[in-house]
């Protein structure tokens, strides 16, 4: 057990930043129907551009400010002037032009940065839990851990108890008949999008903490979000973060196992056909459900 509890530990809090992904990229579905693959990028320029500000001598939480605000400023942007020109296109029209976003921000971030061998510190860094003399968890894993739990918990009161968590339920079930009934659909949108951004801007800075600090990297950290969204079925924020904790601890796992921890990036993609698998078992899947959307 002494051997599992590290890695159970680290898992948890990757785990945790996976969850905090899928819950932002759940939201914005919720709201607007768009599957966002422009998730990862908008956290890798995030991160990027915080460690470019506290490389340039200026303080730490400057750097926190303009990547967070950068990630928010283009969400906010594309929800507002681009989503809304697609909002009668198909639903694989609108995801692929987040792809397309996507590429656009990978493509300068990694123009502009390269692939030099960097890291981003936080302050958070430096210190940490101890178990057995050794350190188990550092606090930037523990505020990961709690952030997500926080974050998770505020949307789901600000979709249960606000008026514009009224009005994105309300698109969620019907978004002609929303529309009809007075619900400005464009403004619910963009706040959608903006508040993916923070989240976006959020994890980023995390992940760019944890892994290697590379655009083209952080970008593809989509993926595991995407994933533990498939496990919430696109709608369940507690099934969301249980999806990327889960993803977090069998990554982390699979380093223990000789010839499968070169696979431990696959978890991903394991945990989410189980899910899918899972929930067709009784022609209950992502098609049926969010078929409202449409």
Same mark, same amino acid.
């Given at each position: ?42 956290? #890798? =320029? *995030? /991160? ?7 490389? $340039?001598?200026?303080?730490?939480? +400057? !750097? ?53 061998p ?14 057995d003399?050794r ?10 851990? #709690? =952030? *997500? /739990?926080?974050m ?5 009161? $600000?979709?249960?108890?606000?008026? +514009? !968590? ?9 978004r ?7 619900v ?6 963009t ?5 993916a ?11 760019g ?38 993803? #977090? ?24 056909i ?8 009784k ?12």
């Amino acid at each position: 057990m002494d051997t599992l509890l590290p890695f159970l530990v680290v898992g948890v809090s990757v785990g945790a930043v996976y969850a905090l992904s899928g819950v932002g990229l759940v939201v914005l579905y919720r709201a607007s129907g768009v599957v966002n693959f422009a998730y990862g990028a908008l956290g #890798g =320029l *995030a /991160a990027m551009l915080c460690w470019q500000v506290i490389d $340039l001598a200026y303080a730490d939480w +400057l !750097g926190w400010v303009a990547g967070v605000g950068a990630a928010t400023l283009l969400s906010w942007g594309y929800g507002r002037f681009i989503a809304p020109s697609l909002t009668h296109q198909d639903r694989i029209v609108r995801a692929m032009a987040t792809l397309g976003f996507a590429l656009m921000i990978m493509g300068f971030a990694q123009w502009y940065w390269g692939d030099e061998p960097r890291r981003l510190v936080l302050p958070t860094d430096s210190g940490g839990l101890e178990f057995d003399g050794r350190r188990l968890i550092s606090h930037t894993r523990l505020l990961a851990l #709690g =952030l *997500a /739990a926080a974050m998770t918990l505020g949307m789901a009161w $600000l979709l249960s108890h606000t008026p +514009l !968590g009224l009005r994105m339920r309300a698109l969620q079930s019907n978004r002609t008949l929303s529309s009809l009934l007075g619900v400005r659909v464009k403004q619910v949108d963009t706040w959608a999008w903006t508040i993916a951004g923070v989240f976006a801007g959020i994890t980023g800075l995390f992940m760019g903490n944890m892994v290697r600090l590379n655009p083209t990297v952080l970008t593809f950290l989509v993926i595991p979000a995407m994933a533990a969204a498939v496990v919430g079925r696109l709608a369940s924020l507690p099934a969301t973060v249980l999806g990327g904790l889960l993803i #977090g601890v069998i990554e982390a796992l699979s380093t223990l196992v000789p010839g499968v921890s070169r696979y431990g990036s696959a978890s991903a993609f394991v945990v989410a056909i189980v899910a899918i698998l899972w929930q067709q078992r009784k022609g209950i899947g992502l098609s049926r459900d969010n078929s409202h959307l449409e």
